[in-house]
């Protein structure tokens, strides 16, 4: 009993608003709140969802899909060969001297060299609009320039691991 209890001379009366929890059954044992007909089944809900997961997410990795959030886990998983193939801009001067774009590190424009296989499909509106940017920021001023060629350049490495050039293609010239 509570001190304030005994003072107000309410010990052991129970209004009709007052809500009696048993900590304890007339055995000992403690109350079934639920029964354990809920317990079991939220042990299968969650069984069912923590499998139901992992399948879709094996699933997806095994199918190689890429649908965002699921992914197939491929981030750096790819296999490196010793050849291999990149695509390149080089600017060709009107005495036909090369030089191929460095995008530099610095700048906005670094991050956008993976836009390089799709110049071939842009209307020649984009494809100038877009390689006179590459050429302003790699300080280069297009009027120098006779034109830009997307080139593709294959290479494979020898037994040391040094790559050497072993084909060249030009997919594409621009005129800036």
Same mark, same amino acid.
């Given at each position: 009993m509570a001190p304030h209890d005994i003072l107000t001379? #309410?010990?052991? +009366?129970?209004?009709? &608003?007052?809500?009696? =929890?048993? *900590? +304890?059954?007339?055995?000992? *044992?403690? $109350?079934?709140?639920? %029964?354990?007909?809920?317990?079991? +089944?939220?042990?299968? /809900?969650a069984r069912r969802v923590t499998v139901? #997961? /992992?399948?879709?997410?094996?699933? =997806?990795?095994?199918? !190689?899909?890429?649908?965002?959030?699921?992914?197939?886990?491929?981030?750096? *998983?790819?296999? +490196?060969?010793?050849? *291999?193939?990149?695509? !390149?801009? =080089?600017?060709?001067? $009107? &005495? %036909?001297t090369e030089q191929p774009l460095r995008l530099p590190g610095d700048q906005v424009f670094s991050t956008t060299s993976h836009q390089y296989p799709d110049l071939p499909h842009e209307s020649a509106a984009v494809q100038r609009a877009k390689v006179r940017a590459w050429l302003v920021a790699c300080g280069i001023d297009p009027a120098d320039v006779a034109k830009v060629e997307l080139v593709r350049t294959s290479r494979s490495a020898d037994a040391s691991g040094t790559p050497r050039v072993t084909g060249t293609k030009v997919l594409l010239e621009v005129t800036p």
């Amino acid at each position: 009993m509570a001190p304030h209890d005994i003072l107000t001379g #309410t010990a052991g +009366r129970r209004g009709p &608003d007052d809500v009696v =929890v048993a *900590s +304890r059954t007339d055995d000992g *044992s403690a $109350p079934d709140a639920g %029964g354990e007909g809920e317990d079991a +089944r939220e042990s299968r /809900i969650a069984r069912r969802v923590t499998v139901g #997961t /992992i399948v879709v997410l094996l699933l =997806v990795a095994l199918v !190689q899909l890429e649908l965002w959030p699921l992914t197939a886990f491929r981030l750096f *998983s790819t296999v +490196r060969t010793g050849h *291999s193939a990149g695509l !390149q801009l =080089v600017a060709i001067a $009107p &005495d %036909g001297t090369e030089q191929p774009l460095r995008l530099p590190g610095d700048q906005v424009f670094s991050t956008t060299s993976h836009q390089y296989p799709d110049l071939p499909h842009e209307s020649a509106a984009v494809q100038r609009a877009k390689v006179r940017a590459w050429l302003v920021a790699c300080g280069i001023d297009p009027a120098d320039v006779a034109k830009v060629e997307l080139v593709r350049t294959s290479r494979s490495a020898d037994a040391s691991g040094t790559p050497r050039v072993t084909g060249t293609k030009v997919l594409l010239e621009v005129t800036p």
